[in-house]
């Protein structure tokens, strides 16, 4: 849940009952194999008007704005909101354990010595467990390490006023082969009229399966150029929402508002989105200059100039 918990206002949003009626589910569901919720999960809320409709009475930064700026706003993701995966850290000790394993091998053989080629088959064993497991548990350490020290602390959604575009920072899985290689990200703009937003309830499952409770999400998901109800891109943002999706839609309106010129850029008294080591992907040149002067949180505070 957000940091401040400002709960107040009402939503006046209806919840969905039926299934996604804008985008085509089958496209939806093969680009994202299955992963990303547009086809997968029922949508709790259609947010279609993005202009002139509110979605709820109380509009609230929730904590979740990173920067302003003079045209624009960064809003943080999920993987801010809840830190480095505890599985990730758990996984580095199987990986350990298997390079380990490898180097044991290796001295099983050397202990062997000569005596090795005359029981040739225990050898060959001995040589392709210690292969085997050098390149699981290097390949393994590799991913989780760059995943947990290179990967940024947030992957942030830049709404710009002026230009009318949205940029996303997508992260890509870091490759099992290519070891070396950083966390790689890949940055995407597209337009703030193909933006059609949704909240979703998903059930969550806590590691171990020892218990499962319903989650709020808040997805922006945006339409194809060339075919609007394709999905290019879903960006989950803000946070999640136990219990209810009030708080999201609080975040989604104060979004809609400032880009609709009708709020500021920060909520009177927040403050901006921290981090503990404030690692944030660099987005493109073009991007940022197109942002403007950076502004204090007592100048988004202010009202936008009419």
Sequence with gaps: MSASSK???EVVVPE???DEPYFDTAFARMR???EAHVGVAQPRRILESIDSNRVHTGPSSSDSVIAAYDDGIMV???RGSLGASVLAWFGL???FCLILISGYCVYVLGRIGEAAWSNFGFTIGVVFAGLLSAAFGISSFSVLFRVLVFMPSDFPVIFNRATRDVWVAVPKMPSF??????APIVFERHSWANLKPRTYRVLEVTPGASSARWTYILTLVFGQESDPRKVACEMNIGFKGWGDDFELLQLWEHIRRYMNDAG???DQGEKFKTFSTGRLPKFP???MAALGRKLSESEAWAAPKT
């Design 285 to 287: 040149d073009e991007a």
């Design 177 to 182: 082969v290519r070891i070396f290689e950083l």
């Design 32 to 34: 994202s194999r299955g």
């Design 264 to 266: 500021p850029a920060l």
């Design 93 to 95: 000790l199987p990986a």
């Design 16 to 18: 969905w009952e039926g």
């Design 7 to 9: 709960r107040y206002g």
């Design 76 to 78: 943080g993701g999920l």
